[in-house]
């Protein structure tokens, strides 16, 4: 069923439909991320919304975009640098329009005045993802500048996808703001079929190098295996999760510090 799976990936993500390879995956990614802060305003333009939350998602996803365009000309991944056919083509722009919905979903009838609570979390996710992200690109970057072969140490250690988790952290902030459960819906959509299929294709790759087998077994493909014991981790994650479900029920955890 796995090898199925990266099968699937292999071929919705680069040859999908099959076909003549007419364009780099990357130049159809730059645009869109390149040209999301025009969308935004136009959005704030066009439904007259010139309200905090608005104002805070074209900060968030706005920046995200001109921060990816210039990271994609610094330290390009390499991952996009391969031409895909027609299908694939449609496949990811309309992946990537589903972010722009999630725009469009915020400034149309999202939150205008976001609590406080929900405005350090929605920061907090995108800082930390952001950061997350530049950092894991720039290491695997240079790493395999000078050295080919499996990165399993920094970022990479415990975690074979940290820039992965990095955005899909700084994605969930757009959501966040958005309060609208259509936006959770469409980054869990995107995550499935679109970063699975990313990280799938990385570990169909990594299991042809030297040390894959010991690799796998220190890191997990997008969390961080922090003990040897997986029962340890799933508790630990498990705890997370179940912490920020009360955090959200209790509008933010800091509120009860309120004498």
């Not at 805070?56 to 975009?65: F, I, N, R, V």
């Not at 920061?123 to 695997?140: E, N, P, R």
């Not at 997986?230 to 920020?244: K, P, T």
């Amino acid at each position: 069923m796995f090898k199925q799976h990266q099968e699937f990936a292999k071929v919705i993500v680069n040859d999908f439909l099959g076909g003549p390879k007419i364009i780099k995956q990357c130049h159809i990614i730059n645009a869109q991320k390149g040209l999301t802060a025009f969308f935004v305003v136009f959005l704030i333009w066009w439904y007259q919304n010139f309200s905090l939350g608005a104002y805070l998602y074209l900060a968030l996803h706005g920046s995200y975009g001109i921060i990816w365009v210039v990271k994609d000309f610094t330290f390009p991944d390499r991952t996009f640098q391969n031409k895909i056919t027609i299908g694939s083509l449609i496949f990811t722009s309309i992946l990537l329009l589903l972010y722009w919905f999630i725009a469009w979903l915020q400034i149309s009838e999202g939150i205008p005045n976001p609590s406080n609570a929900r405005v350090v979390t929605a920061i907090f996710a995108y800082v930390f993802g952001v950061v997350l992200m530049i950092v894991s690109d720039c290491q695997k970057y240079y790493t395999l500048k000078y050295k080919q072969g499996l990165i399993t140490e920094g970022m990479f250690k415990y975690n074979r996808n940290p820039n992965y988790t990095g955005e899909m952290l700084l994605y969930a902030s757009f959501a966040i703001l958005s309060g609208n459960w259509l936006a959770y819906s469409i980054l869990f959509t995107v995550w499935i079929v679109g970063f699975y299929g990313f990280m799938v294709n990385k570990d169909i790759s990594f299991a042809k190098k030297q040390g894959w087998n010991e690799y796998k077994k220190q890191s997990y493909l997008f969390l961080w295996k922090i003990h040897s014991n997986d029962i340890i981790n799933y508790g630990l994650y498990g705890a997370l999760v179940a912490y920020l479900i009360w955090d959200y029920q209790v509008s933010g955890a800091i509120t009860l510090l309120r004498k």
